[in-house]
Each structure stands twice: as structure tokens, then as C-alpha cells.
């Protein structure tokens, strides 16, 4: 069986998201070996076991915290060398990215970023990445010498325990991690505030774009998400035009984002904001522009204005729940 390995990036023991996405992924197609780094790292072993891993790989080390991607390239590196995989995963995140990009000019080895999917193919890989903002999707099969890089977009596999799990065997590493040489070094970490449910993860998301008009008028939409315990999200547009932070942007430059419902509200439907989007269960459009590329994709349109439409929803809404 190939023998398939997940970076399975971690914050203070929890694994992120993306890593149980990557391990239901990479469980059905080989033997999986999970690699968590970092302060509290073997506290994510349960979930990782639960999720498929028959071996992990731990090492809790404060440099894979504080250094940025040359400590883990490095062990990442020795321990491909010895053991030999068939395929490392790794998520599209800013670490993953880091990681797997300088791990593939080390190795010398193939590395597909941006990926959606994977499936084994004449003794290698397929992997289907989309190209031109999702409207073509590309399958690539690499030749070069494994093991063979892959950087997954999050929210491509929807997570799922394994149905039988038993405890992986543990390998935890002590060797001394060399932090000798140049590194960038992360000096100082943000926590910013938010209230409601995080965008990656919410069911409902309520997106602003251009069509707002005004930075301030987002406050009808904060108004609606939290009538309907919604996440707030943007545009790029509006993201550019500094009315939200980077953190709100949804699309090929921002999150990824598969809610059950996506109201976007002034937003044209360019393809760099569709992608970031359109695995919404339910698309709902407002836009004053009958010919808004938007439409095509949206389940429930309706022609008109922000401004006049969703103080009304708001109101509607609130009705219906007695308010
Ligand atoms: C390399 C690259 C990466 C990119 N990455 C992203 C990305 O990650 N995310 C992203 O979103 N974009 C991204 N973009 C930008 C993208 O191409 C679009 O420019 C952007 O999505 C447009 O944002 P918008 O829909 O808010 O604005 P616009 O395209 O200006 O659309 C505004 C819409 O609002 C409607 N409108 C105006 N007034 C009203 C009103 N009163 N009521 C109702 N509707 C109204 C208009 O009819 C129009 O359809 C990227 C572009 C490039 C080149």
C-alpha cells in the first residue's frame, strides 16, 4: 500500500481545520502517517488516530512555533529520506505553503499547489487542480522522483472521522532542532477579536461587495448575520477600498468557504470571488444589475437594491422570530 503522509499543522495541540480535511483525503489512498510539530503537538494525536493516522510523527520543539518553515523543511526532510512515502499533503495555509515550497526545492521533487483532489493513477498520482478562477480544471500526473508535494485548498474534502480507527503508534522526536542558520523568526502573534462564527466555519455567511457603496453601510449586514447567527464576509473590492480587513475576503486571493447558505449582497460574481464561494449549498444574490455575472450561479436572485432590500430583511427576519 503507498505509503501517504499529512503535514498536520497544529495550535497548541489542536489540529487546524484544514489538517482533518487532509487526513480523510489522504486515508483513502494510502497507509497515513500524520507529522505534528510545534508546543502541545502530541495532545493533537487522538484526533489525528480518529481521523486515520496509523502512525504520527511528534516532535514539540518551540522552534516550530517560532521559526518560520526552515525547521520544519529540515526534519520533514530527513524523515522522507528514511522512510520514503509515495505522497506528502500538505494544506494550502500560509506554513503549508512555506513548508512544501522549499521542502520541493530541496528535495527536488515534484510539488502541485492549489489542488481540489487527488486519486491514484498507473502506479502514481492524478491530481485535479483548478485553473482560470475554477472555469477549467487541470489533471496533472507527475513524473519526477517521489515523494510527490501536494498543497490541498481548504474545504476541497469535507472532514469525516474514520469509520474504524484504532490508536496510531506514536513516534515522538527529541533530537535538537538548528536554528543556527538565517531564519525569519515570528517576534509577536495577534489575536484579533471577532464575535459570531468564524467565516471558514459558519453555516450562513452574509458577503458584502463594491455594490455597498460606503464602508459604513456594512452595518446592515453585521445587523443581518446576527439575526441569522451569520459570519460577515467581503469582496476584494471592498477589501481593497480598506472598508474590511484581509481577513473578511472571500475568493482566490482570500478564504475558501463551503457554507450551507451565502447571501452576497453587491457583488458582480467576478471568478476570482466565485471560487472562494460557489461550494455554498444555497447561493442567494442581490444585486441591482440584471446581468450580474453572479446570477448564473445563484439559486435565489432577486433584482434590486441593497440599500432598499435588506433593512427590510432585517425586519422580515425579525418578525418571524418575534422580535
Ligand atoms: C489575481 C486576482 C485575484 C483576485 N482575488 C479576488 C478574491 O480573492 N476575492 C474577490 O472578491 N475578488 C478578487 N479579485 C477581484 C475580482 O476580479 C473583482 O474585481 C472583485 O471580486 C469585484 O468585487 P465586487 O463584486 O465587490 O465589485 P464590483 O465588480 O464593482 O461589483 C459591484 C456590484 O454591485 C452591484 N451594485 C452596485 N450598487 C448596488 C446596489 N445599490 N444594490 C445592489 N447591487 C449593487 C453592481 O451591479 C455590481 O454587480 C481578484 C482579481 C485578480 C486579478
Given at each position: 500500500?503507498?505509503?501517504v503522509w ?56 518551540g ?6 518553515a ?24 500560509y ?22 483532489d ?67 523568526r ?57 472598508w ?15 457554507p ?10 467576478a ?18 444589475d ?34
Amino acid at each position: 500500500m503507498a505509503g501517504v503522509w499529512v503535514f498536520a499543522e497544529t495550535v497548541d495541540g489542536t489540529p487546524k481545520p484544514v489538517v482533518l480535511e487532509l487526513l480523510t483525503k489522504a486515508r483513502s489512498l494510502g497507509d497515513m502517517t500524520a507529522v505534528a510539530l510545534g508546543p502541545g503537538a502530541s495532545k493533537s494525536v487522538e484526533t489525528l488516530g480518529k481521523y486515520g493516522a496509523k502512525k504520527v510523527y511528534v516532535h514539540e520543539d518551540g522552534a516550530f512555533r517560532d521559526v518560520l518553515a526552515t525547521p520544519a523543511v529540515e526534519l520533514l526532510a530527513r524523515l522522507l529520506a528514511k522512510d520514503k512515502p509515495d505522497l506528502v499533503i500538505f494544506g494550502m495555509t500560509y506554513d503549508g505553503r512555506d513548508v512544501a515550497s522549499r521542502l520541493s526545492a530541496r528535495l527536488g521533487t515534484a510539488l502541485i499547489a492549489n489542488a481540489t483532489d487527488i486519486g491514484a493513477k498507473d502506479g502514481g498520482w492524478a491530481i485535479v487542480s483548478p485553473m482560470f478562477g475554477g472555469s477549467l480544471l487541470v489533471t496533472t500526473v507527475p513524473k519526477a522522483k517521489g515523494p510527490t508535494l501536494v498543497l490541498i485548498r481548504p474545504k476541497a474534502v469535507t472532514a469525516e472521522p474514520a469509520a474504524s480507527a484504532g490508536a496510531p503508534q506514536v513516534e515522538t522526536l527529541t533530537d535538537p532542532v538548528d536554528t543556527s542558520k538565517p531564519v525569519a523568526r515570528v517576534l509577536r502573534r495577534e489575536t484579533e477579536k471577532a464575535s459570531g462564527p468564524k467565516l471558514e466555519d459558519a453555516a450562513i455567511i452574509v458577503s458584502g461587495g463594491r455594490g455597498l457603496g460606503a464602508p459604513e453601510n456594512f452595518k446592515m449586514l453585521d445587523e443581518l448575520a446576527a439575526e441569522l447567527g451569520a459570519a460577515v464576509g467581503a469582496s476584494r473590492a471592498v477589501v481593497d477600498a480598506g472598508w474590511k480587513p484581509y481577513s473578511f475576503q472571500i475568493g482566490q486571493t482570500g478564504k475558501t468557504v463551503k457554507p450551507t447558505v451565502y447571501i452576497a449582497l453587491g457583488i458582480s460574481g467576478a471568478m476570482q470571488h466565485t471560487v472562494g464561494m460557489k461550494g455554498a449549498r444555497t447561493i442567494i444574490a442581490i444585486n441591482k444589475d440584471p446581468e450580474a455575472p453572479i446570477f448564473k450561479m445563484a439559486d435565489l436572485g432577486v433584482v434590486g437594491d441593497v440599500h432598499k432590500i435588506v433593512p427590510q430583511l432585517i425586519q422580515e427576519v425579525r418578525s418571524r422570530k418575534g422580535k
